[in-house]
């Protein structure tokens, strides 16, 4: 599987779901809500994360009590956060959304007080080591820094640009990307009424590039780099639950495609089948089945010299997830000599040469393979193990 780089912001999404959109100064009561990980970008990557890539986010966050959340999240659904930006200041960003049930509406609000991310620390990444970088459009001043940096190091690598919104520099920044998604609403903020037509002008900008347009109930097109356009229509009769993420589902499909050799076109019909799939669920956990075991990460998001703290919701505990050789050990995250998770004072410190993890509370030393502690105030007493099982794609379960 690839090595994938999405460059953009990370968000908590605060999902309220009621029948009607509520009236100005008016009350009501929703029919229920949830926090949940958002952002374009990082939608994508949990989903490249099932298909079974290895992925990795860059962006800014900080460590407020919500954005501890989101980085569990994070690692929870495959994405390794570890190249991104810490801010010492700001707020994690939040975007609030309702959505009534009877006309399947979205209506957003986005906070935001967090800087974006520096071109100094993206110019610091090894870009070499990546099969695509996916980046979301947004501080498009910097961005066009981090293209041409990312293109003196890279030979092959697509570059894909997600164009959302309008911004500046964008007739400058779109000829540099390879693979290019726009969203309908920019199409129409451009005077355009049809998605073909509207590539067809973008081609001009970025000859080279294969296009994507998600155009609603229309389906969605696409413009190969040739520029021969694709339109592959909409399925009639879908129950719509949660449309949520389905453009970050497109977007996905459409860059696990092309990286397997599927064609424009063929690319084009997956993305469209698998957003409408996302449409027909709420949010994009376990999209890819209806297997209902508990997922603990991906073994290709796994790093050696760091531990996995997962807590699913269904277990009345957490779970340590460890990178071990070529596979991973899971154990149950409570040191046996003080009854305290592993990780309370600070993250578990892991030794990849010794292969040993430390606890953070009383530095007891416990073996990886087996869990047996070899040095500190538990000597000889061991971790609770956790059973796993780890698919064809790399996904951990709780066996």
């Known amino acids: 599987m690839a090595k994938i780089l999405g460059i953009g912001n990370a968000v908590m999404d605060h999902v309220v779901w009621m029948d009607d959109y509520p009236k100005e100064n008016s009350e009501s009561r929703c029919s229920g809500m949830q926090e949940r990980l958002g952002g374009n970008v990082v939608n994508s990557l949990t989903l490249l994360a099932q298909m079974g890539h290895q992925t990795d986010w860059m962006g800014t966050y900080t460590k407020d009590l ?36 009877k006309n399947t509406s979205r209506t957003i609000s986005h906070y935001r ?4 991310l520096s071109f100094d620390h993206f110019a ?5 080591a990546y099969d695509w970088l996916h ?13 041409n940096v990312a293109k003196c190091f890279l030979t092959h690598q697509p570059l894909s640009l997600e164009v ?34 509207f590539l067809k002008q973008m081609h001009s900008l970025a000859p080279h590039a ?11 097109y696409a413009l190969s780099a040739k520029g021969v356009l694709y339109h592959e229509a909409a399925t009639l009769g879908l129950r719509v639950i949660d449309t949520l993420g389905a453009g970050d589902t497109f977007n996905a499909g459409v860059i696990d495609a092309l990286l397997r050799g599927h064609s424009t ?5 997956l993305a469209t089948r698998l957003a409408e799939k996302k449409i027909q669920q ?15 990460g991906n073994l290709h998001s796994l790093n050696a010299y760091k531990g996995n703290v997962i807590k699913p919701e269904s277990l009345d505990f957490s779970v340590i997830v460890l990178k071990y050789k070529d596979s991973a050990k899971a154990y149950v995250n409570n040191c046996p000599h003080a009854n305290v998770p592993l990780d309370s004072m600070y993250k578990v410190e892991i030794d990849p040469r010794a292969l040993t993890l430390k606890c953070s509370v009383h530095d007891a030393y416990f073996q990886m393979s087996d869990g047996l502690c070899v040095a500190g105030p538990c000597h000889n007493q061991s971790l609770t193990a956790v059973a796993i099982v780890i698919d064809e794609q790399g996904n951990i379960f709780l066996a």
């Not at 610091?124 to 070499?128: H, I, S, V």
Request: hydrophobic content about 40%; charged content about 20%; aromatic content about 12%.
């Open 124 to 128: 610091r990444t090894e870009f070499e």
């Open 164 to 197: 959302e919104k309008d911004r500046p520099l964008l007739d400058k920044l779109i000829p540099q990307a390879s693979v290019i998604f726009f969203s309908q609403s920019y199409a129409h903020l451009k005077g355009f009424h049809h998605a073909g037509e």
């Open 282 to 296: 709420f949010g994009l956990i376990n999209l890819f089945s209806n297997d209902q075991r508990i997922r603990l």
């Open 210 to 220: 294969q296009l994507f347009c998600g155009w609603g109930y229309e389906g969605a």
């Open 135 to 147: 980046f979301e459009a947004r501080n498009t001043e910097a961005l066009m820094g981090m293209f």
């Open 265 to 269: 076109q063929e690319a084009l019909t």
């Open 66 to 101: 919500m954005g501890q959340q989101m980085l569990k999240l994070m690692t929870q659904q495959g994405i390794n956060y570890e190249s991104a930006q810490y801010c010492r200041q700001g707020k994690t960003p939040v975007s609030s959304v309702w959505v009534a049930h």
């Open 113 to 116: 007080d967090l800087p974006e």
